[in-house]
Structure formats: structure tokens, C-alpha cells
């Protein structure tokens, strides 16, 4: 037999979905506004906004004083803090945990030591803190699990994570008991997300996201969502060959990006240069410094070109510890145009950030974001 609620519910449930979202990005508006803005009737929304009121989710802010005539708007707005979620991310020998509100500001935030070697350990210590969070924040909607490697997020399968030595793990299910929401993914893929909301970008442009630190990653966002290609390894720039006689990467080829501009490797080309010399350390060498900062820029500018014919992306966003470096920023800028064709360089903005995103947050994005999807 027909279940002939099912249709009914399941809008009902998708519109809610987009009064959220909206909610989210606007931040203070009115019902009248969202029923414009989302194209649904005014009595389906006050619906909606009634029954988030009762829930103590969303609440009233007041009448705006109007000088029109008709029926006066009343303010309303998300109580962010009534929708939680939560972040954690493995690295090696460290994990970072962070739960935020629904509009991505910190709550709660801690940093531990542990052992990553081993999966089965590891993932039983992340089970424990995750059943913690959830005693102790009835507000919490779900948590995010990141790691570095090649991650089926659908499953929530690690197929293989140079950085940790794992492969063909399950990340899932030695941690789902009583967690309503969970997911696994790979951290790079996360701070996408949150490079796009924290620059204000249009979600309904294509946007790359590069990450440079203990390795190169990136991640594509188009539409609003991570593309994470038909094996998922979408988005690994870490690995595009720069220079075939340059150092050996762990994939086994030889001058990938990540060989050449990740912090390992450019820490070791400043200690190569003059013993001693860090990026910490940099006013000891300036000069030297420079020098090197011109040649990390260089070989990014050839990933960017690449990026930018191959992918076509309106915006790449440049996250790495020397983006506040003029030389390193204007050698990438320069090679990047000489690497693709002007019309594609003149049609994509380069963003070297100034503050560095935190996957942490970018992975308790990630469980909004799929809160907010639509089902069905």
C-alpha cells in the first residue's frame, strides 16, 4: 500500500532544509523575506518558523519599524548556539577537536598527543571521545571525522593514508554507537568548504582550494559541495609532477608539489641553504629566505596554471604558511599566468590567504552542510 504521507513529509522536511540554510547565510530576516527569497508560500514558511520557534531553534527579534503600509515584518533569527557540531582531526601523533556553533564559532576546542600507527586503537580512543561530546551536548547535531588520505566519505572508507600508514579501513563503524550524524572525510576536503564561506564566495562558483602544510592538498567546491572524482582523488595537486629530477614523494614518483613546497620540504631546502636557518628563523637570512621564497612561488604558479586550464575554477584559494610573503605570492602570480592562457587567467581570482583556515572547523562545517541537504 501507498504511503500517501510520505510525499508530504518529505517536502515538508526539504523546505525546512532551505529555511535553514537561509537562515544560516542571512543570519537576521523575516518570514515574509524568506517566503520571497525561497519561493515558497507565506503560510508553508510561517509553518516552518513556528515549529523551529517551539523548538527554541530560531526566535523572535521584534517588529522593524516601517513607515509602509500592510502588515508590519517581525525579525527572526537562529539561536546558534541550540545547533551544534563538531570536528575531529587526526594527524600524525596528534588529534585536534573543536565543536562549534551553527555559525561556525568555537565553543570548545582541545589538542592531544596519542598514537596513530594503528587504526583499531586509535579509532576506539575517537568512539570514546565522540560518545563524550554526545552526553555532554544534547545540542550537538553530529560530528565530522577527518584524516588525511584517500577517503570514500559515501562509506566513510580510508582506501590508503601515506601520512598514517592505513589502509583499507573502515572509519565508521568502530565509532557510529549513539551518534546520530557521522561522517569521514578527508581534512583538506573540509577546509574547503569553510575557505569558501569564510572569503564570502559564490557557492554557485566553481572554487579550488589549495592547502599547504605537512603535505599539498586540495579540493574542488562546485555548487556549494566538494567534488571528490570517481576514485576519489579529486583535488590532489599534492601529487601533479613539477620537476621529473626532483626529490622522490612518498606516491613514488619523483618532484611532486608536495616534495618541493610543503613545510617538511621547505624547511629542509632553508637548512640545506644554511644550517640552522627555519622559516621561524627567517630574519637570519633574508636574502636566502627570499630566495627560496621566489623558487616555492614559482613551482606553485605551474600547479596553478594547470589548475586553472584543466579545471577552470572562478576562484583558487592559496592557503599555505607563506602567503603573507610578497616574493613567494608575486612568483606564483606571475608563473601561473605565463603557465595557462589569458583569457582563463584573466577570468580567475587567485586568493592568497592571510590567515590560515582550520580544517577542524571547515570539518564541523561539513556536518551542516549535509544536515541542510536535501533527502530523498
Same mark, same amino acid.
Given at each position: 500500500m501507498k504511503d500517501t504521507g510520505k510525499g508530504p513529509a518529505l517536502l515538508r522536511l526539504n523546505n525546512e532544509k532551505r529555511v535553514m540554510t537561509a537562515l544560516r547565510h542571512q543570519r537576521v530576516t523575516s518570514r515574509q523575506d524568506l517566503s520571497r527569497a525561497l519561493a515558497l508560500s507565506k503560510n508553508t514558511v510561517s509553518l516552518i518558523i513556528d515549529?523551529?520557534? &517551539?523548538?527554541?531553534?530560531?526566535?523572535? $527579534?521584534?517588529?522593524?519599524?516601517?513607515?509602509?503600509?500592510?502588515? $508590519?515584518?517581525?525579525?527572526?533569527?537562529?539561536?546558534?548556539?541550540?545547533?551544534?557540531?563538531?570536528?575531529?582531526?587526526?594527524?600524525? =601523533?596528534?588529534?585536534?577537536?573543536?565543536?562549534?556553533?551553527?555559525?561556525?564559532?568555537?565553543?570548545?576546542?582541545?589538542?592531544?598527543?596519542?598514537?596513530?600507527?594503528?587504526?583499531?586503537?586509535?579509532l576506539a580512543e575517537l568512539a570514546q571521545c565522540c560518545q563524550q561530546l554526545a552526553l555532554a551536548r544534547p545540542a550537538?547535531?553530529?560530528?565530522?571525522?577527518?584524516?588525511?588520505?584517500?577517503?570514500?566519505?559515501?562509506?566513510?572508507?580510508?582506501?590508503?593514508?601515506?601520512?598514517?600508514?592505513?589502509?583499507?579501513? *573502515?572509519?565508521?563503524a568502530p565509532v557510529q554507537a549513539g551518534i546520530t550524524l557521522l561522517l569521514a572525510m578527508n581534512s583538506v576536503k573540509a577546509?574547503?568548504?569553510?575557505?569558501?564561506? =569564510?572569503? $564570502?564566495?559564490?557557492?554557485?562558483?566553481?572554487?579550488?582550494?589549495?592547502?599547504?602544510?605537512?603535505?599539498?592538498?586540495?579540493?574542488?567546491?562546485?555548487?556549494?559541495?566538494?567534488?571528490?572524482?570517481?576514485?576519489?582523488?579529486?583535488?590532489?595537486?599534492?601529487?601533479?609532477?613539477?620537476?621529473?629530477q626532483g626529490p622522490r614523494c612518498t606516491c613514488g614518483r619523483n618532484g611532486c608539489l608536495e616534495t618541493l613546497i610543503s613545510i617538511p620540504a621547505v624547511q629542509r631546502q632553508f637548512a640545506e641553504r644554511v644550517p640552522g636557518l627555519s622559516w621561524e628563523k627567517r630574519e637570519c637570512a633574508p636574502e636566502m629566505v627570499d630566495e627560496l621564497m621566489v623558487q616555492a612561488g614559482d613551482r606553485l604558479g605551474i600547479a596553478l596554471g594547470q589548475i586553472?586550464?584543466?579545471? *577552470?575554477? &572562478? *576562484?583558487?584559494?592559496?592557503?599555505?604558511p607563506w602567503s603573507h610573503h610578497p616574493r613567494f605570492v608575486a612568483a606564483a602570480q606571475q608563473r601561473a599566468q605565463s603557465s595557462a592562457l589569458g583569457f582563463t587567467v584573466q577570468h580567475t581570482r587567485l586568493h592568497f590567504l592571510q590567515e590560515r583556515i582550520d580544517p577542524v572547523t571547515g570539518l564541523a562545517l561539513a556536518v551542516i552542510e549535509r544536515y541542510e541537504s536535501p533527502v530523498g
Open positions: 515549529d523551529l520557534i &517551539a523548538t527554541g531553534r530560531v526566535e523572535e $527579534r521584534g517588529a522593524v519599524t516601517s513607515s509602509g503600509v500592510g502588515r $508590519r515584518k517581525i525579525e527572526i533569527a537562529l539561536r546558534p548556539e541550540m545547533l551544534q557540531t563538531a570536528g575531529i582531526m587526526v594527524e600524525r =601523533q596528534r588529534v585536534h577537536m573543536r565543536v562549534c556553533d551553527y555559525f561556525s564559532q568555537v565553543l570548545e576546542e582541545k589538542s592531544w598527543q596519542t598514537q596513530t600507527q594503528a587504526p583499531g586503537p586509535l550537538l547535531l553530529g560530528i565530522a571525522l577527518g584524516f588525511p588520505g584517500i577517503i570514500d566519505p559515501q562509506r566513510g572508507w580510508m582506501h590508503h593514508s601515506s601520512h598514517l600508514g592505513w589502509s583499507e579501513t *573502515n572509519l565508521l577546509a574547503a568548504l569553510l575557505s569558501v564561506q =569564510q572569503l $564570502r564566495l559564490d557557492p554557485s562558483d566553481n572554487c579550488f582550494y589549495l592547502r599547504v602544510a605537512e603535505g599539498v592538498g586540495g579540493a574542488l567546491v562546485r555548487g556549494g559541495s566538494v567534488y571528490t572524482g570517481s576514485s576519489w582523488t579529486a583535488g590532489e595537486v599534492g601529487h601533479l609532477t613539477i620537476d621529473s586553472m586550464l584543466l579545471l *577552470n575554477p &572562478a *576562484n583558487i584559494v592559496v592557503d599555505a
